[in-house]
């Protein structure tokens, strides 16, 4: 089949999918039992691309329907944070302008991988991503697996060739991100010296707590003789940490009370100034309130103030890889869409 010829069945196909999708409710309705997808976006996309075509990359025809697949899973995150009508209007055609612009990249990338022809994606490999795919989102049950595709109008071919590229585009991905992986020292210091404001910490406290819940025929005299004989043996030398596995009652008990490290905005009125004024290696004295009494324990302590870099040091370096990433992966897609076949409609 000639190009022209795939390209013209393809817009018929495109057209009569987009069709179908049309029946479901504008933003700020219920949605329609019959279709997960939102007749608003139908509806917007048709009236950007009457044809049902959006793109074509290579040989590739990209379609109206392959947007709204691509977009489904984000749908109801987008109708949750839009304002209003207009917001969801505006956000709806970034999300489609970055759908359009990642299935194009997707041809180029597999394009790239094949030029090589030393590489190949072994068989096994595909083998276990459709079983994995049949076991997850099938339950196991290949008949239900059988019935998707004949829905979808694909075959067990096609399936295979797209999860194929599936492996292809994320591999591809992968070795860009290895390739920009080692940060120098100079520059993690530079960065340091120019972001000091990003590593303000306030204070912190890494909290070990026993918690003595108060019972009916309990009061506030026997919970503090209670909590004075946890004291007097935590002044004696014993840990905190296997007094509150004995006593205590709260949910961290198995892990010695270990609350983790908190900052005073984390903290109940009634803790925080007695937390706070703790330090390194104390416990404070027993917090009675009515569900109970608290005794809390300093394991460490933060003050508030710019982190010194080597505190820092392997979270700048995370950033600037990332930065670096993004950076190279953009322009590595660049050279893939100057080099690739790409038209928009």
């Known amino acids: 089949m000639t190009f022209r010829c795939r390209l013209f069945s393809l817009l018929l196909a495109a057209a009569s999918c987009a069709s179908a999708l049309a029946q479901v409710p504008a933003f700020g309705s219920a949605p329609a039992p019959a279709s997960p997808a939102s007749s608003a976006v139908v509806e917007n996309l048709n ?28 749908m109801k995150q987008v109708r949750e944070t839009a304002k209003d009508e207009k917001d969801f209007q505006q956000q709806l055609e970034n999300l489609q302008d970055s759908a359009i612009q990642d299935l194009v ?21 595909v083998d276990n991503a459709i079983s994995d795919e049949i076991a997850e989102r099938f339950e196991g049950d290949r008949s239900k697996y059988l019935a998707y595709l004949k829905a979808k109008g694909q075959t067990q071919r096609d399936y295979r060739k797209e999860k194929e590229e599936d492996i292809i585009f994320s591999y591809m991905q992968g070795q860009q991100r290895k390739s920009q992986s080692v940060v120098s020292p100079v520059r993690i210091e530079t960065y340091y010296t120019e972001n000091k404001d990003r590593f303000y910490r306030e204070d912190e406290v890494h909290l070990r707590l026993i918690q003595l819940t108060r019972s009916e025929d309990q009061t506030d005299a026997t919970l503090t003789e209670k909590a004075n004989e946890i004291l007097r043996r935590v002044a004696a030398g014993e840990k905190f940490e296997e007094l ?9 008990r198995s892990k010695g009370g270990d609350w983790g490290w908190m900052k005073r905005s984390d903290f109940k009125k009634e803790f925080s100034d007695p937390a706070f004024e ?9 917090i009675l309130l009515p569900e109970g009494a608290f005794l809390l324990y300093a394991e460490d302590r933060k ?15 995370r950033i600037l890889v990332q930065q670096m990433g993004r950076t190279s992966q953009e ?13 928009h409609y």
């Not at 025809?61 to 977009?71: F, G, H, K, R």
């Not at 509150?244 to 961290?252: C, G, I, L, V, Y």
């Open 47 to 74: 009236l950007r691309f009457a044809n049902g075509i959006v793109a074509v990359a290579e040989e590739k025809i990209i379609t109206v329907a392959d947007v709204m697949q691509y977009i489904g899973p984000l």
């Open 105 to 125: 990249d997707r041809v180029l990338i597999v394009k790239e991988f094949r030029k090589d022809e030393k590489r190949n994606i072994p068989a096994h490999y």
């Open 244 to 252: 509150a596995k004995e006593f205590s009652n709260d949910m961290k």
């Open 278 to 286: 703790l330090k390194k290696g104390e416990a404070s004295k027993q």
């Open 303 to 317: 003050f508030a103030g710019i982190q010194p870099i080597d505190e820092v040091r392997d979270q700048i370096e």
């Open 331 to 343: 322009r590595w897609l660049e050279r893939l869409r100057r080099n690739g076949y790409v038209k």
